[in-house]
């Protein structure tokens, strides 16, 4: 294990300024090239020290900085536009990438390590995610997923344009079985 100095809120880790001791290999790969930590040397902690209202002063201005960009992204709705099958399933899955250009298409710029999702999204439909601004900001934006962008209006208004189109398909059925045997 190795004692490092968080320089930032890290989320299920700990608070800036907070002594932690993590596994080499997350410290090396992960804190250490981020900049999200330094090791917990004398001279590292009196460093940090004597920097520590200026690290929290640009910590303080990035969150505010965040929370003003959360407050308009909170609630938008981006629409995906993909293929898929007759049930809904996609042909490929729509990736943490995908999200972060549709949200830059709308006009806010994020990048792609800061949409977190649980698991990539494989069906059409309404999908909250989730938007990390900052380590103390996360705010959710709604992917529309669909096969077009007449199927995305449909979905926001709360209809299932798969439900529908096999409502249709079942009357056309009923009315040329209904017709047949009319005949007959």
């Keep these: 294990m190795i004692e490092l100095i968080l320089l930032e809120r ?7 300024g907070q002594l932690v001791k993590v596994k080499p290999g997350f410290a090396r790969n992960y804190l250490l090239p981020q900049k ?22 640009n ?8 929370t003003e960009i959360g407050g308009k992204l909170e609630g ?16 490929g ?25 649980d698991r990539p999204i494989k069906n059409l439909g309404l ?15 709604t992917a529309n997923v669909a096969q077009s962008s007449e199927e995305a209006e449909m979905q926001a208004k709360g209809i299932d344009p798969l439900r529908l189109r096999d409502e249709e398909e079942e009357e056309a059925r009923a009315a040329a079985a209904q017709t047949s045997s009319a005949v007959v």
Excluded: C, W
């Design 10 to 16: 890290v989320e299920k880790l700990g608070q800036m």
């Design 36 to 57: 999200k930590a330094m090791r917990a040397t004398k001279e590292n902690l009196a460093y940090f020290e004597t920097r520590r209202a200026q690290l929290e002063a």
């Design 59 to 66: 910590n303080l201005q990035r969150r505010s900085e965040a």
């Design 76 to 91: 938008l709705t981006v629409v995906i536009i993909r293929q898929a099958g007759e049930s809904g399933q996609l042909y």
């Design 93 to 117: 899955s729509v990736s943490a990438r995908d999200v972060a250009d549709a949200v830059s298409e709308a006009g806010f710029t994020i990048e792609r390590r800061q949409v977190v999702l």
């Design 127 to 141: 999908h909250a995610v989730k938007v990390v601004l900052h380590p103390e900001v996360s705010v959710t934006v």
